[in-house]
């Protein structure tokens, strides 16, 4: 599967932005999906992840509430929905799939990755 993330941007603090994941292939249903973010001179950080049905959400806790991870699987899309962002939310976004019935909160249990999306929030 081939991934590619759209959305980001630079905003304000408080402001709202939605990410967008759109994958290729015809098995989308069959991963699971994650948004990892990185940071200049921080390590790629987990953000959200969504099971293969949707029925399971996981956040990071520096995320809760806040952002919101869905999936439209006749669109092949993943989101992540993101409220009152805040500086420290800057980074490039990276959208991740992982095959299988897990729902991976750790970067090295996807499989494949999208090129990143830079969002940047200005306070």
């Known amino acids: 599967v081939q991934l590619q993330a759209s959305g980001g941007g630079l905003v304000q603090t408080g402001d709202s932005l939605r990410l967008s994941c759109a994958a290729s292939g015809r098995t989308f249903s069959s991963y699971a999906m994650g948004w990892f973010r990185q940071a200049p001179g921080k390590e790629r950080e987990f953000v959200a992840a969504?099971?293969?049905?949707?029925?399971?959400?996981l956040y990071a806790d520096s995320v809760k509430g806040r952002f919101t991870i869905s999936r439209d699987n006749a669109k092949k899309t993943s989101y992540l929905q993101m409220i009152s962002l805040k500086p420290e939310d800057t980074a490039v976004y990276y959208c991740?799939?992982?095959?299988?019935?897990?729902?991976?909160?750790?970067?090295?249990?996807?499989?494949?990755w999208g090129q990143g999306t830079e969002v940047t929030v200005s306070s």
């Open positions: 969504i099971s293969r049905s949707g029925g399971t959400t």
């Open positions: 991740a799939a992982q095959l299988g019935a897990l729902t991976p909160t750790t970067a090295k249990r996807y499989d494949y």
